[in-house]
């Protein structure tokens, strides 16, 4: 099994920057991609930035391109998501998600563990 802890909530105002961290256990060495997504009241879970087992490749949403970063250290098991230029519309309960199945994918069906979600919210 894998288990994943998410930190790094708070409340910002916007321009401001914020950084949230995964910690990944358990079967750690199965893992391939490592993700996160977030939702926002009222609708679905959508994907944000996802990154390759050794870092090399990463992937973001077009909201989200040039503000955020996704990164990993896998001596330390953990995720990275470094936002700056924070908008209102950043707003959500962001969750960290990791699949051991080889290749990338927006779809929340290719991830099969989940951390707990962290709220991060924007103030105008």
């Known amino acids: 099994q894998v288990q994943l802890v998410e930190t790094g909530e708070g409340l910002v105002q916007a321009g401001g920057s914020l950084r949230l961290s995964c910690v990944v256990s358990?079967?750690?060495?199965?893992?391939?991609?490592m993700a996160w997504f977030r939702q926002a009241p009222g609708k679905e879970r959508e994907f944000v930035a996802a990154i390759g087992r050794n870092g090399g490749n990463t992937y973001y949403t077009d909201s989200v391109k040039g503000r955020f970063t996704i990164s990993r250290d896998n001596a330390k098991n953990t995720v990275y998501l470094q936002m700056d230029s924070l908008k209102p519309e950043d707003t959500a309960v962001y969750y960290c998600?990791?699949?051991?199945?080889?290749?990338?994918?927006?779809?929340?069906?290719?991830?099969?563990?989940w951390g707990q979600g962290t709220q991060v919210t924007v103030s105008s």
């Open positions: 358990g079967r750690t060495f199965s893992i391939n991609i």
């Open positions: 998600a990791a699949s051991n199945v080889y290749g990338f994918s927006w779809n929340r069906g290719h991830y099969g563990y």
